[in-house]
């Protein structure tokens, strides 16, 4: 079993800047693959950035050029920054794992809430 557990969220203007964080512990050797993912109500959650175990990315159109995933091992977190932030980046940001690369992503975190500011 993972656990997540997101952090860095907040409000903040149009153009600023936030990082997320999102810390894992537990079967930390079984995680292959991470996610971030945001949600807003009465919307389908959407997958923003992923990272690959080789550390190669990829990113949802709508965040490419603005927001960069990255990956700490010895601390085990995995890191978004988010730059050029706009109000419909507003969401609940998630993290999740997936074991095997073509596996469902699990293991869910709480999630952090972002909201920008027009």
């Known amino acids: 079993q993972v656990q997540l557990v997101e952090s860095g969220g907040g409000l903040v203007q149009a153009g600023g800047s936030l990082r997320l964080s999102c810390a894992a512990s537990?079967?930390?050797?079984?995680?292959?693959?991470v996610g971030w993912f945001r949600q807003v109500a009465g919307k389908q959650r959407e997958l923003v950035a992923l990272?690959?175990?080789?550390?190669?990315?990829d990113y949802a159109d709508s965040v490419k050029g603005r927001f960069t995933i990255s990956r700490d091992n010895a601390n085990n977190t995995v890191y978004l920054q988010m730059n050029s932030l706009k109000p419909e980046d507003t969401a609940v940001y998630h993290c999740?794992?997936?074991?095997?690369?073509?596996?469902?992503?699990?293991?869910w975190g709480q999630g952090t809430q972002v909201t920008v500011s027009s």
């Open positions: 990272i690959f175990s080789g550390s190669n990315t």
């Open positions: 999740a794992i997936r074991t095997n690369a073509f596996g469902p992503f699990g293991s």
């Open positions: 537990g079967s930390i050797f079984s995680i292959k693959d």
